[in-house]
């Protein structure tokens, strides 16, 4: 065990760049923005000095244990290290015994494990009531899915950050920062790196800022005359880095690529991931397996050789090897991605099903076995022989009884099962009088996920079942729209009652939300809603938008008035996204729809009039709407029609307003007039029907918006 200034984070003049230029501070951390850009969850935890247990994840080089040092050199807590490879459930015990002394002192402890994974079950268990019971904060960090290598139980307790690969962009500044520090780089020297030598060295090193700095300083330290040309830089890294495991997620997620992209008939995708695996070292016999399973699995009867034709290669692999095996490698998969697809073997798992489901039924007294006491219990007897008819086919039941009717194989449409597929269906309508069923599978891709908090969602749910279920449709649509990802960043222009603050608060957790209050009073109110979630997981609300922070996603409820959506591009990241729901007032309800029982001639003239004056006020309608999006920058616009419908109660008040006793006012009666679409009597009549729509009661009222989503371009 290892406290902050210990031998896992001590940084000797003699440590290689890459370790003496780790980043001390969250401003000197190069890459992960979305994770640690200005107003991420991760970013305002670690300010704020208010960590909870969190596991990093990703590959090797991308800051998992710099984070930690970042959070060692930033926290009042104690901190302790412990490396996996080398600790055990000793080193555990010292470090909570450690924490348990700082406890009673009223000091927190943060306890860092690298390479969490290493620990086997009873290292983490014994580590699990002590994080449990918040005697020590957990910092794991590992480079495999935690939630195949961690435990459970653990995880449930830890909000996972998955950091990813720099980008080209990330290791560029890695580069220029190692040339640029005086101290802990090469500032000092006076180095010359080329412009193709830097794209070698970025290109090579994959996204792992270690190997790029190891490759550097081995390209500085044997050139005397400290200039870096191509030639030098090629010495340096000679073959990219491989992210991959036999047992870890890589292996894992490329078998899974290949497989998907065979399955997509994609050869040019599948021959990639395959070249990926078998450079990686991968077993060529696992590939074989897979491909075996899936010429059942996703080929299957659209055609039948596929099968053959895949042992055959696995056959011709294991007489010949390596390297020439390769190409019975590449024709399996070809082969595979350029068949006709079928996936009706899956038939025999909804059989298990029933089987599993279903109450065990007898089989059928014709079809049970006849040589042994078909005398005495009359079994086998009519059965109808399939040879003995036309076609060697005849129609008979064959399922049990209670399972009459039920269908298992669904034939595909494509290859050697398109030939088949008429047959099946025929000889079904003749033997089971039933219709063809057809089950279709739709499955569901962070970089973050949290423990779950049930107070946090208890009260979600009461507060946004009370802003109201008639708006419950409109919210869902907007949300789903904007397709929130766990670690945004999200503005709701008009705050209200909260309907879509506290939805993208729920789909939100790793990120943040803010929302705009109408004036500071409406603010209070909100912000004494959000009083009981814990302080990082509450929304921020403000009563302007004077603000220098940038959103993933804009959100909005009729927050704007017309196709003014100038100030929106300055709110957001570039790639941000907006979704908005605005009321279409070109599309509003009509008054003569409220009255179909009007005179048909009356009822003409009274619709002319109101369309007129609908046409003459020049509302925003889809095209304006799009055309202001476009404008200031945004592309892939979608706009679609949301149609809601509530009961409204036509008041004296609202007659009052529309047939005002001053025939001067401003009114809808007035605009009728002016169209010169109604005749003598036509206005009184109108009125009328309006009267007596409104002593009927309430009336089904229709309101359109436009629902809006659109994407601010990038750059």
């Not at 991308?62 to 807590?77: C, D, P």
């Not at 961690?150 to 040339?179: C, G, H, M, W, Y």
């Not at 599993?356 to 009359?378: I, Y």
């Not at 009728?672 to 029907?689: K, S, V």
Request: hydrophobic share 40%; charged share 25%.
């Amino acid at each position: 065990m290892n406290d902050g200034t210990a031998s896992l984070f001590k940084r000797p003049e003699d440590e290689p760049l890459a370790a003496r230029l780790r980043p001390r501070t969250l401003e000197e951390f190069i890459g992960q923005q979305h994770i640690l850009g200005e107003g991420r969850l991760l970013r305002r935890a670690i300010k704020a000095d208010q960590l909870s247990s969190v596991i990093f994840y990703g590959p090797p080089g991308t800051g998992k244990t710099t984070l930690a040092r970042v959070i060692a050199n930033s926290t009042s807590a104690r901190f302790l290290a412990i490396n996996a490879v080398l600790g055990g459930v000793k080193d555990i015990r010292e470090a909570v015994a450690t924490a348990t002394a700082s406890q009673r002192m009223g000091q927190r402890t943060i306890l860092f494990v690298d390479e969490v994974h290493r620990f086997n079950k009873a290292q983490q268990d014994a580590l699990l009531p002590w994080v449990e019971n918040g005697t020590v904060t957990l910092i794991g960090a590992t480079t495999e899915n935690p939630y195949f290598e961690v435990n459970k139980a653990l995880v449930s307790r830890s909000r996972i950050f998955q950091l990813k690969p720099l980008t080209e962009d990330d290791l560029r500044d890695v580069v220029r920062q190692a040339l640029a520090d005086p101290e802990r780089g090469y500032g000092r020297l006076d180095v010359t790196l080329k412009e193709d030598a830097l794209d070698h060295l970025v290109n090579i090193s994959n996204g792992d800022a270690r190997a790029l700095l190891n490759a550097l300083e081995l390209a500085v330290t044997t050139t005397p005359d400290l200039v870096i040309t191509r030639e030098v830089a090629e010495e340096s890294i000679q073959q990219r880095a491989v992210l991959y495991d036999k047992e870890g997620d890589v292996h894992f997620d490329t078998i899974s690529a290949f497989i998907k992209s065979m399955r997509g008939s994609d050869p040019d995708a599948a021959l990639y991931w395959l070249a990926r695996m078998v450079h990686a070292g991968e077993d060529p016999r696992f590939v074989f397996r897979r491909m075996i399973i899936f010429a059942s699995e996703d080929v299957g009867l659209a055609d039948p050789n596929a099968l053959q034709q895949v042992m055959a290669a696995a056959q011709a692999y294991e007489w010949v090897g390596m390297p020439e095996g390769r190409y019975h490698l590449s024709q399996a998969c070809l082969y595979l991605s350029t068949a006709p697809k079928s996936n009706s073997a899956f038939a025999f798992f909804d059989a298990i099903r029933a089987v599993e489901q279903e109450r065990e039924a007898e089989v059928p007294n014709h079809l049970r076995d006849a040589s042994r006491d078909s005398d005495g219990f009359g079994h086998g007897q009519g059965y109808l022989y399939p040879h003995a008819y036309r076609d060697h086919w005849v129609a008979q039941q064959y399922l049990p009884s209670a399972l009459q009717g039920k269908v298992f194989y669904q034939p595909g449409t494509l290859g050697f099962e398109e030939r088949v597929h008429l047959e099946v269906a025929r000889r079904r309508e003749a033997q089971l009088a039933g219709m063809l069923e057809a089950d279709t599978l739709a499955p569901p891709e962070v970089l973050t996920t949290s423990p779950q908090d049930r107070v946090r969602d208890r009260w979600l749910q009461r507060t946004v079942s009370q802003a109201g279920e008639r708006f419950g449709e409109l919210r869902d649509r907007i949300i789903g729209l904007a397709g929130l990802q766990r670690h945004e960043l999200v503005l709701d222009l008009k705050a209200g009652s909260g309907l879509l603050t506290w939805e993208a608060v729920r789909a939100t957790p790793e990120g943040q939300v803010w929302g705009v209050a109408e004036d500071e009073a409406a603010a209070s109110v909100l912000r004494e809603q959000a009083a009981s979630l814990q302080e990082l997981d509450r929304p921020v609300f403000v009563t302007g938008l004077d603000t220098d922070q940038r959103f993933d996603v804009i959100l909005g409820r009729n927050a704007l008035a017309t196709p003014d959506v100038t100030a929106l591009p300055g709110l957001l990241h570039p790639g941000g996204r907006v979704v908005l729901a605005e009321v279409a007032p070109a599309r509003a309800q009509r008054l003569y729809r409220l009255a179909p029982a009007a005179e048909e001639v009356l009822l003409e003239r009274w619709k002319r009039a109101e369309e007129a004056v609908y046409e003459a006020l020049d509302l925003p309608d889809e095209a304006a709407w799009r055309e202001a999006l476009s404008q200031v920058g945004f592309g892939d616009i979608l706009i679609q029609e949301h149609v809601a419908h509530t009961q409204q109660r036509i008041g004296p008040p609202a007659l009052a307003r529309w047939f005002p006793k001053d025939q001067d006012a401003d009114s809808y009666a007035r605009r009728l007039l002016a169209t010169n679409q109604l005749q003598d009597g036509d206005l009184d009549a109108i009125e009328r029907h309006l009267a007596n729509l409104a002593a009927a009661g309430p009336l089904r009222w229709e309101q359109r918006l436009l629902v809006m989503k659109a994407v601010l371009d990038n750059g």
